[in-house]
């Protein structure tokens, strides 16, 4: 049974482009939600996708949007990419009830 | 809001030696507890987790945690760690509401060493 898969793995962007990362949920499940690790640092949650729908967003500018689909899987985009969006990014799946699942994450880079 | 505290960012062991991460949260009417496990380059990996019932929750690795709600922790332990032990672990919270979001520490490293 696959786990939560995030596309691609690493990636390498100028100032001022836009990024898409991706992710698949675990099988079975509907949620996905999104979190920001910075180096040394906690996650911190960007938002989360429930029917297609953002049901709640933390502290994060509009630069940050995102996207599910309806198979569940779900688009994080970031636009006019600053030099402190460098991070890892996870993505979690999840279905009813308090647990997640969590993908191995994209490692972004902003040069 | 809720918030969570590991105050010791880096945990220096020796192997075979106990360990114990300390977590805090703030006092919430039900909580949800969780730690996770990072090791480098990679994503987080679910250790062990409180809900309801018995206070002392373990993990199939010998980790367990203790809920209390008194003193609103749940420290990690385990009576001796090994090398591969080694790695970067998060305490988390859930938040209130309907997204089920968590809220996490600033991790704690523990670094077991031979």
């Known amino acids: 049974d696959a786990g939560v898969t995030q596309s691609p793995t690493h990636l390498i962007k100028t100032r001022g482009q836009q990024v898409t990362l991706r992710c698949s949920p675990k099988s079975g499940h509907d949620t996905v939600s999104w979190y920001q690790q910075a180096l040394g640092q906690g996650p911190q949650f960007i938002f989360q996708?429930?029917?297609?729908?953002?049901?709640q967003r933390g502290n994060f500018p509009d630069r940050f949007s995102g996207h599910q689909f309806p198979n569940y899987s779900s688009e994080l985009n970031v636009n006019a990419l600053l030099l402190g969006d460098s991070a890892l990014y996870l993505c979690?799946?999840?279905?009813?009830?308090?647990?997640?699942?969590f993908g191995s994450g994209t490692r972004l880079t902003v040069v | 809001a809720q918030s969570v505290t590991q105050l010791d960012s880096q945990v220096p062991v020796f192997e075979e030696a106990p360990v114990e991460l300390r977590c805090n949260y703030s006092s919430s009417v039900s909580v949800y507890l969780f730690w996770y496990v990072q090791y480098p380059n990679q994503g987080l990996q679910l250790l062990l987790k409180?809900?309801?019932?018995?206070?002392l929750v373990e993990s199939i690795n010998g980790f367990e945690a203790e809920f209390n709600k008194s003193q609103t922790s749940f420290h990690l332990r385990k009576p001796s760690v090994h090398i591969s032990d080694t790695a970067e672990y998060f305490c988390?919270?859930?938040?209130?509401?309907?997204?089920?979001?968590?809220?996490f520490g600033t991790g704690t490293l523990l670094a077991v060493q031979p």
């Open positions: 996708y429930y029917e297609e729908e953002e049901r």
């Open positions: 979690a799946s999840s279905f009813t009830g308090p647990g997640y699942t």
């Open positions: 988390a919270v859930r938040d209130g509401g309907a997204t089920n979001k968590l809220i």
């Open positions: 409180y809900l309801s019932g018995s206070t």
